[in-house]
């Protein structure tokens, strides 16, 4: 039968005179028994299950990633945060994302010794000096501060937490790592952050009133599709990595990953990498970046400390996912639907 129609198609094609730059546009569907052509058998009816806002991003909004040289000094190290987020927004930035563990040298070994007690919360000046200062920060700079990630300690056991706060300086969210890096690449790197590190419990969606929302999660946890599927789904115009690649990991998939997560998701994503220092004991790979929802890389740092910043808009968001409509064409009678299941967006005893 399918031969047959395409030769109709074709002397139909040759027997009208198109004017001249025209293009014409055929389609043809064969007919099958038992099936009307206006009630397309529900085996291939495309669904998806939460619907995303439109616009997702109301307004636009410039987001910055301070790649940040840390030391073994916390309080330089927060005074030389503050100078760098005032810097960014400074140059205009509505957003500004701080490095995983930010206020430390990154390793298994200064958790503990650097690790501060967040609850109950908020926690006084003493027990938790980086919490009161990223709080001074935001607010100083009237910013939504993406604050990095801090070792937390409670109940005798240590977390890698990432706290964000408003412009006024309020905590809007915290978010506990919840897939810990352990690796063993022979004869590159062996990381078990398990040996210190517990995991947390929860996926992470923070409001940020008058944009939108966005997902805050840390380093290894951009290798696991699903909590980036499960936040767009929910309405996220950017998934927001705090992270630390290393030289063996960077080059190969620091890049790639943010990408992948952007082009699979259709938004914004940021990635933000302490600066590279030789002299410590964990290299970062640094490259600092912020991916569109085509996934293209539209700004990204070298290995050095420096400020990468772009203008997020939600029209370009509705632009992909009007061009290349995925999110109509999942097919959940197919395979199920990862936003549909068990999710959890809150545990017990975070910072709050």
């Not at 001249?20 to 009307?36: F, I, M, Q, T, V």
């Not at 964990?282 to 970046?289: I, P, Q, R, T, V």
Request: proline fraction near 9%; charge should be neutral.
């Amino acid at each position: 039968m399918r031969p047959v129609a395409n030769q109709i198609v074709s002397r139909l094609a040759k027997s009208y005179k198109f004017p001249s730059g025209s293009r014409l546009h055929l389609g043809c569907r064969l007919a099958r028994p038992g099936l009307s052509p206006a009630q397309p058998p529900s085996a291939r009816r495309m669904t998806t299950s939460t619907t995303p806002p439109s616009p997702v991003l109301q307004k636009p909004l410039r987001l910055a990633c301070v790649q940040l040289a840390s030391g073994a000094d916390k309080a330089a190290n927060l005074a030389h945060a503050r100078d760098k987020v005032l810097e960014a927004a400074g140059g205009g930035a509505n957003l500004v994302v701080l490095p995983e563990c930010f206020n430390s040298p990154y390793g298994c070994d200064y958790f503990p010794s650097y690790a501060e007690a967040l609850l109950p919360s908020p926690p006084s000046r003493e027990q938790s000096p980086s919490f009161h200062a990223l709080s001074s920060m935001a607010a100083e700079a009237k910013v939504f501060l993406v604050g990095g990630s801090i070792p937390e300690s409670h109940d005798g056991k240590y977390y890698n937490t990432s706290l964000t706060f408003g412009p006024d300086g309020a905590l809007l969210a915290s978010h506990r790592k919840v897939h810990l890096f352990d690796i063993d690449i022979p004869g590159k790197i062996t990381f078990r952050e398990s040996d210190v590190l517990t995991a947390g419990n929860k996926l992470t969606l923070v409001d940020l009133p008058g944009y939108g929302r966005i997902a805050v999660a840390i380093c290894y946890d951009i290798r696991f599709p699903e909590l980036a599927m499960i936040a767009a789904r929910r309405g996220a115009f950017a998934l927001v990595y705090p992270g630390a690649f290393n030289l063996t990991t960077g080059p190969l998939h620091w890049r790639l990953q943010g990408q992948a997560r952007a082009m699979d998701n259709q938004c914004y994503v940021a990635m933000c990498s302490p600066a590279r220092d030789m002299g410590a004991t964990y290299h970062a790979w640094g490259h600092s970046l912020i991916v569109d929802p085509m996934a293209q890389v539209v700004v990204e740092a070298e290995e050095n400390e420096g400020i990468v910043a772009w203008e997020l808009d939600g029209a370009k968001i509705e632009e992909t996912r009007k061009n290349i409509p995925i999110t109509t064409q999942r097919r959940f009678d197919v395979y199920p639907d990862v936003n549909d299941g068990k999710i959890r967006f809150d545990e017990p005893d975070v910072p709050k």
